[in-house]
C-alpha cells in the first residue's frame, strides 16, 4: 500500500507542475523548429564540404 500512496502522489505532482510549464506558441515552435533544421543542414554541408576536401588531399598526396 505505501508503494501505491507514493504512485499517487508523484502523480499528483507531476501534474501540478505541468501546470507551471510556460507552453511556446505555435508559431514559437514552428520558428525554433525551422532554425534547428536550418543550422542542421548548414553543419552537415560544412562538414561534408571537410569531408570531400580531405578525401581529395588524401588521394592526391597519401594514396
Do not use: C, H
Amino acid at each position: 500500500m505505501k508503494i501505491l500512496n507514493k504512485i499517487i502522489s508523484f502523480i499528483k505532482e507531476a501534474q501540478l507542475e505541468m501546470k507551471k510549464v510556460n507552453w511556446p506558441s505555435r508559431e514559437e515552435t514552428i520558428r525554433y523548429t525551422l532554425i534547428v533544421i536550418g543550422i542542421s543542414l548548414a553543419v552537415a554541408a560544412f562538414l561534408g564540404g571537410l569531408d570531400y576536401i580531405f578525401t581529395i588531399l588524401l588521394n592526391k598526396f597519401v594514396l
